[in-house]
């Protein structure tokens, strides 16, 4: 199975998500229903191998449950999760979007604007995985960059 190809059926079908486990189909996630996108399962060794084709070495030799991002041109910017599974080696990839909208047509509430300004403090956004976070987040993180100078730690 070619990692690059289930990358870009990931986003002409505009996926969320891209699934890779050993003893199952790669599988996407496409408006909250998962399709296996083979009738072929993948072995423990294949899915191996896509997991490690995509890391450094570091995080190669690191390896168990390890967060990292990925870029490929063309096709945009992806969050990995690889985990190790009944001892097989599995990912779960999350198409990052590229274009980040203005916070205003996200319509958060007016304070969130005033809160980001702040020189200093903790700003938490907390939830479960999918429940958008990231989106209002990098909004509100790009109305600053282009209202204040300053460190943003992420």
Request: with cysteine; charged share 30%.
């Amino acid at each position: 199975m070619d990692f690059e190809k289930l990358l870009e059926l990931m986003c002409t079908k505009k996926a969320s998500d891209l699934f890779i486990t050993a003893e199952r189909p790669p599988a996407l996630k496409v408006d909250g229903k998962i399709i296996d996108v083979s009738k072929t399962s993948l072995s423990e060794e294949q899915s191996l191998k896509l997991v490690k084709s995509i890391m450094t070495q570091r995080q190669r030799d690191d390896f168990d449950n390890s967060n990292f991002a990925i870029s490929r041109r063309g096709l945009g910017r992806f969050r990995v999760s690889a985990f190790t599974q009944r001892d097989a080696a599995g990912m779960v990839l999350r198409r990052i979007e590229s274009d980040i909208p203005d916070w205003e047509s996200l319509h958060l509430p007016p304070t969130l604007k005033d809160v980001i300004m702040e020189k200093r403090g903790l700003v938490l956004f907390v939830g479960a995985t999918g429940t958008g976070k990231s989106i209002p987040l990098a909004s509100l993180i790009k109305y600053r960059n282009e209202n204040s100078s300053g460190h943003i730690i992420t």
